[in-house]
């Protein structure tokens, strides 16, 4: 996700997209599996957010790469900072 701070070739983005969503989905299962109350698990929201703004799709559209740049960093920081979670 770091990579895509530079300018890629749509295609890479695309390919991102589509890890970032397969992952997010693996990562609410793993999470939903540990912790089936669903009101109080921030975790799987925050996951649920990132498969809803990745989702290949119906995609979602921001047209400014800043916004995009500073969302894959938030991204890479819950994949990040939850990845003992699924362990």
Request: hydrophobic share 55%.
């Amino acid at each position: 996700m770091f990579i895509g701070i530079f300018p890629m070739p749509i295609g890479y983005y695309s390919l991102v997209r589509i890890v970032v969503f397969v992952c997010a989905i693996f990562f609410c299962y793993k999470i939903y599996e540990k912790n089936n109350d669903i009101g109080s698990n921030h975790e799987l929201w925050f996951f649920g957010i990132i498969v809803l703004l990745y989702n290949p799709i119906i995609p979602i559209y921001l047209y400014v790469k800043l916004i995009w740049t500073i969302l894959n960093l938030i991204t890479a920081y819950f994949f990040y900072k939850y990845k003992n979670i699924i362990k």
